[in-house]
Structures are given as C-alpha cells and as structure tokens.
T-cell receptor
Framework: GNSVTQMEGPVTLSEEAFLTINCTYTATGYPSLFWYVQYPGEGLQLLLKATKADDKGSNKGFEATYRKETTSFHLEKGSVQVSDSAVYFCALWGGGGGFKTIFGAGTRLFVKA | DAGVIQSPRHEVTEMGQEVTLRCKPISGHDYLFWYRQTMMRGLELLIYFNNNVPIDDSGMPEDRFSAKMPNASFSTLKIQPSEPRDSAVYFC???????????FGPGTRLTVT
C-alpha cells in the first residue's frame, strides 16, 4: 500500500540556518503531496501542497518540489527562525491509496536563537 | 470562519467511564475526519464521513469506540468504557468537496486514569 517515510528528528538548527527535511513516498499511482506543520498544543496546519510531478509548493518561505523520478518531496527553507520550531508532517493522498491521507511520522524541528 | 471547533480541549476521566468528544467542522465542508495522535503510533485515522455518512471506519480500534454525525455541523466520538490506553490527543478535521486538503481542529487531550 501507499506509504510515506520522513527523516527522523529532532532536527536542531541555529537561527538563519538552511533547513532540509527529507520525505520519500511509495504509491501505485500519482498522488497529491503535502507538508503539514504542528505547533505546540495545536492541530496540524497545511503548509504547502503539490498535485503533480515537477510542481513546486511554497508558503511562508518553505518550498518542496514533487519529484516523481526519486519519489521525493523534500521540505526546504533558506533561513529558519525560532518561530519555525514545530513538528512537520509529510503526507500523500490519492495515487491508488483511496481517500485516506497517509501521514509520515513527523519530524520535530528546534531552532535556537 | 472560526475553523474547526473541538470540545472539550482537555478531558480527564477514570477507567470505565464514558467519554464523548465533540466536533464542529468548518461550514460547508463535506468531509469530516477523526484522528488519534500518540507518541508511539503517531497520527492514526479512526473514521471519516462524507456528507454525514460514515465511509471508512476501519481505523476504529475496538467496539468501545463509536462515532456519529447527525448533521453537517456536528460530530461526536464516544468511548465506552474508556481505558488508560485510550489516552491520546484526538483531532477532528474537515475538508471541502475532496478529502485531500484538511483543516484540523485544536484537538482534545484525553487522559484516562
């Protein structure tokens, strides 16, 4: 079945450092791909999405490109801030997986001032 | 819009008691999801509804769990009887016309002693 694998955390960075959180997926078809963010004590929020190969999703300085050839959707940000500290979830929907959204395990990010 | 509303935000109960969690989805959204989040198992989909009809309840762990959606603006998740292993954060989410892009509520933190 469909699945999502993302890098284990926690990831600890200093403010203004470059961020990459790796995400790879397995799907039988062509899913939509998402990054969600969860701040402490809150629910998940959609950060960005991409619906087809080579699409780039972007929001709040974060970017991710749908790479079909490597089945990846890595999250990047050029300069992180303390306020970016949160848990980030990679997810997929569709692509032969029915109507369920498949979430990765989450990667916790700590940004130090 | 107020977003997805969940109540209560925190619930502490004793083993064997009945627990009812409540959710009000975003107005006009056709899909409603119930998730459970724990450190050990991550984010698990319990059940989801489309136009108030349960579509997939394969994630409901046991018969002790039940969910209803009597109308488009209200859903409940009930656990009877509750057990300590039910302790988790329960999220409700809704989406518009398609299950892919979901909006999460703030969650209910359930502690069963």
């Amino acid at each position: 079945g469909n699945s999502v694998t993302q890098m284990e955390g926690p990831v600890t960075l200093s403010e203004e450092a470059f961020l990459t959180i790796n995400c790879t997926y397995t799907a039988t078809g062509y899913p939509s791909l998402f990054w969600y963010v969860q701040y402490p004590g809150e629910g998940l929020q959609l950060l960005l999405k991409a619906t087809k190969a080579d699409d780039k999703g972007s929001n709040k300085g974060f970017e991710a490109t749908y790479r079909k050839e490597t089945t990846s959707f890595h999250l990047e940000k050029g300069s992180v801030q303390v306020s970016d500290s949160a848990v980030y979830f990679c997810a997929l929907w569709g692509g032969g997986g029915g109507f369920k959204t498949i979430f990765g395990a989450g990667t916790r990010l700590f940004v130090k001032a | 819009d107020a977003g997805v509303i969940q109540s209560p935000r925190h619930e502490v109960t004793e083993m064997g008691q009945e627990v009812t969690l409540r959710c009000k989805p975003i107005s006009g959204h056709d899909y409603l999801f119930w998730y459970r989040q724990t450190m050990m198992r991550g984010l698990e989909l319990l059940i989801y509804f489309n136009n108030n009809v349960p579509i997939d309840d394969s994630g409901m762990p046991e018969d002790r769990f039940s969910a209803k959606m009597p109308n488009a603006s209200f859903s409940t998740l009930k656990i009877q009887p509750s057990e300590p292993r039910d302790s988790a954060v329960y999220f409700c989410a809704s989406s518009l016309r398609s299950p892919d892009e979901q909006y999460f509520g703030p969650g209910t933190r359930l502690t069963v002693t």
